[in-house]
């Protein structure tokens, strides 16, 4: 059971380029999140979908876009790096979130790292 | 606004017991989340609360006040395994979102 996959594990950019960030999970999750993570920071929520079709945003969307065509993928695409986007990637993904406490947990993949020059 | 209050790093001896605090204020509360994250790795989920009280699993304890907006991670017999930040997290009601702390770097010194 592979749980989620992120891929490419690191990638660097020059500015100004674009790129694409694929999750997918196999545990039949509804919802997908994309979080960054910068020292002193913290995780913070980039976008998010609670469905095959949706996307929402989160705390920090300027410059992501996303697409959720399959529930099991969650795309987090980057239009014109800039080197404000140098970050971890995390992607996570549960049960719907009404469907009981344990329901509820996130289970994250291994992070992409990604550097824009 | 939201805000998730952790301190940055703590140091504890082997087979000693920590607590690591956590304190919040957000807009909604539906369950605290405590997360282990080893130093390059995903963050791995170890623990729930979403009613005041104790939950014990193992060598890992959780305390939840919502009435304090407080909880604390507790960690018994450590070991050097147990390096690594531990990520607190708020589940904010109505919302799908979750609000995470900036995390508490542990070291365990043999």
């Known amino acids: 059971n592979a749980g989620v996959t992120q891929t490419p594990k690191f990638r660097v950019l020059k500015t100004g380029q674009s790129m694409t960030l694929l999750c997918a999970q196999d545990?039949?999750?509804?919802?997908m999140y994309w979080y960054r993570q910068d020292p002193g920071m913290g995780l913070r929520l980039i976008h998010y979908?609670?469905?095959?079709?949706?996307?929402a945003k989160g705390e920090v969307p300027d410059g992501y876009n996303v697409s959720r065509l399959k529930k099991q993928n969650f795309l987090l695409g980057l239009e014109s790096a800039a080197p404000s986007q140098t970050s971890v990637y995390f992607c996570?993904?549960?049960?719907?979130?009404?469907?009981?406490?344990?329901?509820?947990?996130?289970?994250f993949g291994a992070g992409t790292r990604l550097s824009v020059l | 606004g939201q805000n998730i209050d952790q301190p940055t790093e703590m140091t504890a001896t082997e087979g000693a017991i920590v607590q690591i605090n956590c304190t919040y204020q957000?807009?909604?509360?539906?369950?605290l989340f405590w997360y282990q994250q080893h130093a390059g790795e995903a963050p791995t989920f170890l623990s729930y609360?979403?009613?005041?009280g104790l939950e014990e699993k193992g060598r890992f304890s959780s305390f939840l006040s919502r009435s304090k907006g407080y909880s604390y991670l507790l960690l018994k017999e450590l070991q050097m395994k147990d390096s690594a930040s531990y990520l607190c997290?708020?589940?904010?009601?109505?919302?799908?979102?979750?609000?995470f702390g900036t995390g508490t770097r542990l070291k365990v010194l043999a």
């Open positions: 996570a993904s549960s049960y719907s979130t009404v469907a009981g406490p344990d329901k509820n947990i996130q289970y």
């Open positions: 545990m039949n999750h509804e919802y």
């Open positions: 979908s609670v469905g095959e079709g949706t996307t």
């Open positions: 957000t807009s909604g509360f539906n369950g």
């Open positions: 609360n979403v009613l005041d």
């Open positions: 997290a708020v589940r904010i009601s109505g919302t799908y979102k979750y609000i």
